[in-house]
């Protein structure tokens, strides 16, 4: 065998495939990883089933089915006021993780430093490092998970060039403000730096919060990378599709490693999804759906002696386990699945510090049957 030089030598299994392995070897109710176990809309598989059985199957245009751009441009314009160009600033992507690393490969250069969150989504720090650039991580402030602004600011250096924000935020459910959004705006123009937004659950936030997406901030929209996903939004997780909207400029670079990285995109799922987001009916009643999930899930667990941490947005809900035990979130996720049959993620693997603030992340993107079996362990345990 030749000699091979890993180029992210401590990078193993996810935490993900980790732990839904753990769940299946053991029989076990799997809210670990963040998929859902119910079904996707019969119209949207019957568009694009109808696509594919009218010979739609051939290589879409590299920048994504203009006609799915342009659905895409009109919700943007109907949830934020902002009407991006379906042809240079918006991008279809093989779902949003491979938008996040082509935004990430496209503005990185080698020696560049780019600020992330912890707890965050495993995907960025790795791609900063095969871009040649050094994650800075910042943790975000528990049990409310927000961001010190400060810190922030005393953090960036003239090698600053990229800040990743998640908002509704995986994994711990919380969401920005208006003032964070403001706050972040000000770092942004102070310092020239780009924004990569990542928000895959901008359609799932609750107790009438409203959504802050950098596309509805004119002064961030023009120095900005919003990243979305139709898996998360439609319950389609194994489709990966997904898109990106970002600046003419920063598109134009963006584009340049996509067409290597996918080139393009499942063409029959294009063309469904372009005419399924023309009714905004078929996006608008996610929140609802899932605020009554959680608290489906939350009023199950009502007796038990795990302590739910306030979860705004997304599917997860994380609960406190220190009233119960001293263990490591690793070790204490790890005897639930085996003991107990219940998989969780652990909270500290989405540290670089691996901070353990004694909480698991618990998916509630299920049917009820599904949660109130896991919430009956719960209660047990």
Known sequence: MPKLQSKLPEIGATIFTVMSQMAAKYGAINLSQGFPDFAVSKDLINLIADAMTS?????????????????????????????PSP??????????????????????????????????????????????????????????????WDEVANRITERTRLII?????????????????????????????????????????????VHQSVLNNIGLRSR????????????????????????????????KVHQFLTFSVHTPTQVGLATFLREAR??????????SKRNFFLSGIESSRFIPVQSSGAYFQLLDYSNISEEKDVDMASRMTKEYCLASIPVSVFYNDNTDNKVLRFCFAKREDTLSRAAEILCKI
Request: no cysteine.
């Open 87 to 148: 042809e240079s600033e918006v991008t279809v992507t093989a779902g949003a993780t491979e938008a996040l690393f082509a935004s990430i490969m496209a503005v990185v250069q080698p020696g560049n430093e780019v600020i992330v969150f912890d707890p965050g989504y495993d995907s960025y720090a790795p791609a900063i490092a095969m871009a040649g650039g050094a994650p800075i991580h910042i943790n975000l402030k528990y049990p409310t998970y927000h961001i010190d």
């Open 282 to 291: 078929n996006y608008e009643g996610l929140s609802k759906m899932y605020e």
């Open 55 to 83: 010979g739609k199957n051939q290589y879409a245009p590299m920048s994504g089915l203009p006609a799915l751009k342009e659905s895409i441009s009109e919700m943007t314009s109907l949830r934020y006021g902002y009407t």
């Open 165 to 209: 924000i998640n908002t509704p935020h995986n994994p711990t459910g919380s969401v920005f403000s208006k003032n964070d959004i403001e706050a972040l705006q000000t770092l942004a123009e102070r310092h020239d730096l780009v924004v990569l937004s990542d928000e895959v659950y901008e359609h799932i936030i609750f107790d009438d919060k």
């Open 224 to 255: 900005s990378i919003a990243v979305s996903s139709f898996g998360k939004t439609f319950h389609a997780t194994g489709w990966k599709v997904g898109y990106l909207i970002a600046p003419n400029a920063l598109t134009h670079e963006i584009r």
